[in-house]
């Protein structure tokens, strides 16, 4: 019996690998065709070849995805984490790996709720950074002469425009043509508003003075490219004023935040960057009125307070003529004055010049004085003589210094002896003048206080005599010719 039986036949089919990997692949593109999955975007992850491989997932999977190279410039939205996006395209296997994948070839974001929750998350994020602050708004141009336009150059926006400025106050244009929707509509833009602020004052392309980034109604989707970080940094950052007119009225979009002006719609947008020229026309005219109308007003006010002005001041002739006329009276007295006071002059100085002592009595009086005490200096310079001689010892010591002051005391003493005797009333006497005194001894200086028959007293420089006075005469003056000065002595 042999130990070895042989096998037993299999009915399972015997495959290749690279059979089955095959075979599922077939399987999962003819099953499932083209598809559309719904997921957040995560693990995405872009190649230098340019492939992007990424992962969609929900609250129980996760799905492989990748989008071609090709199929990246289609994309209407750029791929990134954390992104709610349905994605279309056709599940395919990877054999190398054994694991399948969804090959993209579309991405559009999965209902409006996604993409603004999007907005508002990179609206915060601007927020934060002061993007959005109104101190960063700056005005507009009254009159710009130059309006720079970014939009896309078919349509109806960029004709609005234009009509418009037409029909308010015509304007160059200059318009930068880009795609406002769709892959690379939101660098286009940027680039734009960038292109714009790099022009040079002055330069072969004349440098626009406001520009006004437009765009037409759509859906939320179509107006992403302008809620993308890249478009708002370019409008915050822009040098030049920025209007920004996207969509319809009740479109918001974040551009319009960063911008410095938002307009409703492009129509709205050109009528903001120009005034009216029949506006203009009509308010020149009005400030004009009312500018002729204050200007009156002026002249008429000034004109009624010079009238006023006039009527209150004084005749100036009139005053001339009286001020010419005290002017002559004063004169006509002060010649009058002049001698009158120079006359009342002379009259005192002759009432006073008698009573004057003269010079020779008085230096008569002074040299009196000085002989006296000159005796009595040499009395004292003898006596100390005599007392020195008594005092041997004295001898001996220089009387030159005593004599040197002795003789400095005697002239002193001489010229005060002088100036005594001058004024000493004994040399006036001496000179032959009278001292009259009554019977008490009183001086009598006028003759209108001697009565008849009063005893008076003469005293003379050697003696006296008593008289009896027998009435008054009246003194008889010399007259003196007009202008002559009389003797003070």
Avoid: C
Avoid at 164 to 183: M, S
Wanted: hydrophobic letters at 45%.
């Amino acid at each position: 019996m042999d130990s070895n039986p042989a096998p037993a036949a299999n009915n399972v089919p015997e495959y290749a690998v690279s059979e089955i990997s095959g075979a599922i692949k077939r399987t999962l593109e003819q099953a499932f065709g083209r598809v559309r999955v719904r997921g957040e975007l995560t693990e995405v992850k872009r190649y230098p070849s340019g492939h992007i491989y990424l992962s969609l997932k929900d609250e129980g999977g996760k799905l492989a995805g990748v989008i071609w190279k090709s199929s990246v410039r289609n994309l209407s939205l750029q791929p990134e984490n954390g992104v709610e996006v349905i994605a279309t395209g056709k599940v395919s296997a990877y054999g190398d790996r054994s694991s399948y994948q969804l090959i993209i070839e579309r991405l559009d974001y999965a209902g409006e709720g996604a993409l603004l929750a999007r907005i508002e998350k990179l609206r915060l994020k601007l927020l934060g950074e002061g993007l959005f602050d109104a101190a960063r708004k700056r005005p507009l141009p009254m009159l710009p002469q130059v309006i720079g336009v970014v939009t896309s150059e078919k349509g109806a926006v960029i004709q609005d425009i234009r009509t418009t400025l037409l029909r308010r106050f015509p304007r160059r244009l200059i318009l930068w043509p880009v795609a406002v929707q769709g892959q690379g509509a939101a660098e286009q833009i940027a680039a734009a508003i960038n292109g714009f602020s790099a022009l040079p004052v002055g330069g072969t392309v004349p440098r626009p003075d406001v520009v006004i980034v437009a765009r037409g109604g759509g859906s939320l989707e179509d107006l992403m490219a302008f809620n993308e970080e890249i478009v708002v940094r370019a409008a915050a950052e822009s040098s030049i004023p920025l209007i920004s007119a996207v969509g319809h009225e009740t479109d918001t979009t974040l551009i319009d935040f960063a911008s410095d002006q938002r307009a409703p719609t492009p129509t709205a947008a050109a009528e903001l960057a120009v005034p009216a020229r029949a506006d203009l026309l009509a308010d020149l005219s009005q400030r004009t009125a009312r500018l002729v109308q204050a200007t009156r007003g002026i002249t008429e006010r000034a004109h009624r307070r010079l009238v006023q002005a006039e009527r209150r001041l004084p005749d100036l002739p009139n005053i001339l003529g009286a001020l010419r006329q005290r002017l002559e009276d004063r004169g006509e007295r002060l010649g009058i004055a002049l001698p009158a006071l120079m006359g009342r002059k002379r009259r005192a100085l002759a009432e006073v010049a008698p009573r004057l002592p003269h010079p020779r009595e008085q230096l008569a009086g002074k040299r009196h004085a000085l002989a006296l005490l000159s005796a009595r200096a040499e009395a004292a310079w003898r006596r100390g003589l005599s007392r020195r001689a008594a005092q041997p010892a004295l001898g001996r010591i220089s009387a030159a210094p005593v004599l040197a002051l002795l003789r400095e005391r005697k002239a002193r003493l001489e010229g005060l002896a002088a100036r005594l005797e001058g004024v000493s009333y004994a040399a006036t006497l001496a000179r032959g003048f009278v001292l009259v005194q009554d019977s008490s001894g009183a001086p009598v200086t006028t003759a209108a206080g001697v009565g008849p028959g009063a005893a008076l007293a003469l005293h003379f420089a050697d003696g006296q005599v008593a008289v009896t006075a027998e009435g008054t005469k009246p003194a008889r003056r010399k007259p003196r010719a007009p202008g002559e000065q009389g003797a003070l002595l």
